[in-house]
């Protein structure tokens, strides 16, 4: 399961890598990573297919998780199955939510991340 | 005719007795002249009975000339010495009558007439004298009621210009201390704005500290069960991701440090004390503080962060809490200034904030340029002052700019300029000189 996880914040990464290291070595997922709304564009154009879950992060300089989101579901839509989009935030309010889940999004969780969940959820869209 | 002589003595003392009249002499002299008064009065039926030929013509102008010679050197009568003066010439005449009576009593007899109208004279010239000096007296006395007033009124006024200087100088202490309490409202107000983008600010760091070293945890375990395994090269590669993860927790621990520190010193009373700044690393980090405290007001507004920092700038002698404030505050203007436009409901509007630096000529330049709704014209002049603001009551102090500049320009020796097109563009330069020597 190929899962894009968006996030300015370059440590994500290792951190995504490290908390998912038995699942990567068991080949159970697999991750990609964007610094950016517009760079995770350009990836999808060519890999859209191939993605399953798109992990982004709301708050970002230049384009906002929640326009990615409105990018996706409008030119990313039609192959099916659509990504499952999970839009991730530091702010967790009301108006943050009703937007992501006004734009499409298929989950709304906010930081910081608990891993277990996220776990879980994987496991849920897995089966 | 020895009479006039001692009516004269008699009204004379009687006279001073009333000049001394409620003045302070009074009790001095009151006694005294009035028993002498009636001393004289004594005299005269006393001796003009007993012996009234020989010692009575004599002893009237005696007892004149003598109360004359004792009252013109006494100073507490020296304003009545013309007065006293006048007496003279019926103490001369006295005694010229009384001596050519017994002198000469047939010449005497002649011109009696003569000589009783001299003293006559005498005693009405005392008389006339007497009323005009009355009348000088009165206008003196008027004069110095008249002076009297004047003071009064000279010294009300002087009172009264010296309350309203008090009061001015009390105005003067209040207004300064308004102004400082304002200057520090103003710092906490755009700390309060600050407060959401710095507690956001903090809580990134503080989840990659959690989360890298509660991942480190589990691959200790994971290591443990690799080494029990024997697995040596995979324990290794645990140990480098490990060792990675820790050098992470502190990394993102001084950032969260970092930002905390730098809480405290735009909130600390400035210090004034001018220390070596990167002004590159001071306007990065008010530019997230402030972009950050806005969308933690406004969350749905985003904007792009452009940086074009110089690479070659030296540091630079400012305070830098100040120059903080002044960029927090060009920040601040500029990120409420495109979220302004977005609210005008361009669909195509991205807004866009920059901050620049570069060394020229001996200066740092700070840029900071947002596409924002720019300055209209004809409150350009005016944005530099004190309480001006375009900003909905209560949500500006209008004192931002105007302390930027007292900073900039009067605290640092600087120059900050602006400018603008409304409704595309505003950019304020900010020039700060090298040299330490700025004031």
Same mark, same amino acid.
């Given at each position: 399961m =190929?899962?894009?996880?968006?996030?300015?914040?370059?440590?994500?990464?290792?951190?995504?890598?490290?908390?998912?290291?038995k699942?990567?070595?068991?080949?159970?997922v697999e991750f990609?990573f964007a610094?950016?709304g517009?760079?995770?564009?350009k990836?999808l154009?060519d =890999?859209?297919?191939?993605?399953?879950l798109i992990?982004?992060d709301? #708050?970002?300089?230049?384009m906002s998780?929640?326009e990615?989101?409105?990018h996706?579901?409008?030119?990313?839509?039609?192959p099916?199955p659509?990504?499952v989009v999970?839009m991730?935030?530091a702010?967790?309010d009301d108006? #943050?939510?009703?937007q992501a889940?006004? =734009?499409?999004?298929n989950?709304?969780?906010?930081?910081?991340?608990?891993?277990d969940l996220l776990k879980? =959820?994987l496991k849920?869209?897995?089966? | 005719?020895?009479?006039?002589?001692?009516?004269?003595?008699?009204?004379l003392l009687t006279?001073?007795?009333?000049?001394?009249?409620?003045?302070?002499?009074?009790?001095k002299?009151n006694?005294l002249?009035?028993w002498?008064a009636?001393?004289?009065a004594?005299?005269?039926?006393?001796?003009?009975?007993?012996m009234?030929?020989?010692i009575?013509?004599?002893?009237?102008?005696?007892?004149l000339?003598?109360?004359?010679?004792y009252?013109?050197?006494?100073p507490? !009568?020296?304003?009545?010495k013309?007065?006293?003066?006048t007496?003279?010439?019926?103490?001369?005449?006295?005694?010229l009558?009384?001596?050519?009576?017994l002198?000469?009593?047939?010449f005497?007899?002649?011109? +009696?007439?003569?000589f009783q109208?001299?003293?006559l004279?005498? !005693?009405?010239?005392? !008389?006339?004298?007497w009323?005009? /000096?009355?009348k000088?007296?009165q206008?003196?006395?008027m004069?110095s009621v008249?002076?009297?007033?004047?003071?009064?009124?000279?010294a009300?006024? /002087?009172?009264e210009?010296?309350?309203?200087r008090?009061?001015?100088?009390?105005?003067?202490?209040?207004?300064?201390? /308004?102004?400082?309490?304002l200057i520090q409202?103003?710092?906490?107000a755009s700390?309060?704005e600050?407060?959401?983008?710095?507690?956001?600010e903090?809580?990134n760091?503080?989840n990659?500290?959690?989360?890298?070293?509660?991942v480190?945890?589990?691959?200790i375990e994971e290591m443990?069960?690799?080494l029990?395994?024997g697995d040596k090269?995979?324990a290794?590669?645990?140990a480098?991701d490990i060792?990675q993860?820790?050098?992470k927790i502190r990394?993102?621990g001084k950032?969260?440090d970092?930002?905390?520190?730098g809480?405290?010193?735009?909130?600390?009373?400035?210090?004034?004390v001018k +220390?070596?700044t990167?002004?590159?690393?001071l306007?990065d980090e008010?530019?997230r503080l402030a972009?950050h405290?806005?969308?933690?007001?406004d969350k749905?507004f985003?904007?792009?962060l452009?940086?074009r920092?110089?690479e070659n700038?030296?540091t630079?002698?400012v305070?830098?809490q100040?120059v903080?404030?002044?960029?927090l505050?060009?920040f601040?203007?500029?990120?409420?200034?495109?979220?302004?436009?977005?609210?005008?409901?361009d669909?195509?509007?991205?807004?866009?904030?920059e901050v620049?630096?570069?060394l020229?000529?001996?200066?740092?330049?700070i840029?900071?340029?947002d596409?924002?709704t720019g300055i209209?014209e004809?409150?350009?002049?005016?944005i530099?002052q004190?309480?001006?603001t375009?900003k909905p009551?209560?949500?500006g102090t209008?004192?931002?700019?105007?302390?930027?500049?007292?900073i900039?320009?009067k605290?640092?020796?600087g120059?900050?300029d602006?400018?603008s097109?409304?409704g595309?563009?505003?950019e304020f330069?900010?020039?700060?000189?090298?040299?330490?020597k700025?004031?």
């Amino acid at each position: 399961m =190929k899962i894009l996880v968006v996030d300015d914040e370059a440590d994500v990464q290792p951190l995504f890598l490290q908390r998912f290291r038995k699942e990567i070595r068991n080949q159970e997922v697999e991750f990609d990573f964007a610094l950016s709304g517009e760079e995770a564009l350009k990836y999808l154009e060519d =890999k859209h297919s191939e993605v399953v879950l798109i992990l982004s992060d709301i #708050n970002m300089p230049g384009m906002s998780g929640i326009e990615l989101l409105g990018h996706i579901r409008e030119d990313f839509g039609d192959p099916p199955p659509p990504p499952v989009v999970m839009m991730v935030t530091a702010y967790g309010d009301d108006e #943050n939510y009703r937007q992501a889940m006004d =734009k499409g999004a298929n989950d709304f969780l906010t930081k910081p991340l608990d891993f277990d969940l996220l776990k879980q =959820k994987l496991k849920n869209l897995a089966e | 005719m020895y009479f006039f002589v001692y009516l004269g003595a008699f009204l004379l003392l009687t006279r001073l007795r009333t000049s001394v009249k409620f003045t302070e002499l009074f009790d001095k002299w009151n006694m005294l002249l009035r028993w002498s008064a009636i001393g004289v009065a004594i005299s005269f039926f006393v001796f003009g009975r007993i012996m009234p030929d020989v010692i009575t013509p004599f002893l009237g102008p005696f007892i004149l000339g003598a109360i004359v010679a004792y009252t013109l050197k006494e100073p507490d !009568f020296k304003p009545l010495k013309g007065f006293i003066n006048t007496h003279i010439p019926l103490i001369v005449m006295g005694f010229l009558d009384a001596f050519l009576d017994l002198v000469a009593p047939e010449f005497y007899g002649e011109y +009696e007439d003569a000589f009783q109208i001299g003293v006559l004279l005498a !005693f009405v010239w005392i !008389f006339a004298r007497w009323a005009s /000096t009355k009348k000088q007296q009165q206008e003196l006395r008027m004069m110095s009621v008249k002076k009297d007033e004047l003071e009064a009124i000279v010294a009300e006024r /002087t009172s009264e210009l010296t309350n309203q200087r008090n009061e001015l100088q009390d105005l003067v202490k209040e207004l300064k201390a /308004t102004q400082a309490q304002l200057i520090q409202s103003e710092k906490m107000a755009s700390l309060g704005e600050l407060t959401a983008g710095i507690a956001h600010e903090i809580q990134n760091p503080l989840n990659f500290v959690n989360n890298f070293s509660e991942v480190s945890a589990e691959l200790i375990e994971e290591m443990e069960e690799e080494l029990a395994k024997g697995d040596k090269d995979e324990a290794l590669a645990i140990a480098a991701d490990i060792k990675q993860n820790l050098e992470k927790i502190r990394h993102h621990g001084k950032r969260a440090d970092g930002i905390v520190k730098g809480m405290l010193q735009h909130s600390r009373q400035s210090t004034n004390v001018k +220390e070596p700044t990167d002004v590159n690393k001071l306007a990065d980090e008010y530019l997230r503080l402030a972009y950050h405290g806005l969308r933690a007001k406004d969350k749905s507004f985003n904007a792009e962060l452009l940086t074009r920092f110089s690479e070659n700038l030296p540091t630079i002698e400012v305070v830098p809490q100040d120059v903080g404030r002044v960029l927090l505050n060009l920040f601040t203007n500029a990120f409420y200034a495109t979220q302004q436009k977005v609210k005008q409901g361009d669909p195509k509007f991205k807004p866009v904030v920059e901050v620049a630096t570069l060394l020229k000529r001996g200066m740092i330049e700070i840029f900071v340029r947002d596409n924002g709704t720019g300055i209209p014209e004809h409150i350009k002049d005016k944005i530099m002052q004190p309480f001006f603001t375009t900003k909905p009551t209560g949500e500006g102090t209008g004192l931002g700019l105007s302390l930027s500049y007292d900073i900039i320009v009067k605290g640092h020796n600087g120059k900050i300029d602006v400018q603008s097109k409304e409704g595309e563009y505003t950019e304020f330069m900010i020039s700060l000189p090298l040299s330490a020597k700025n004031s």
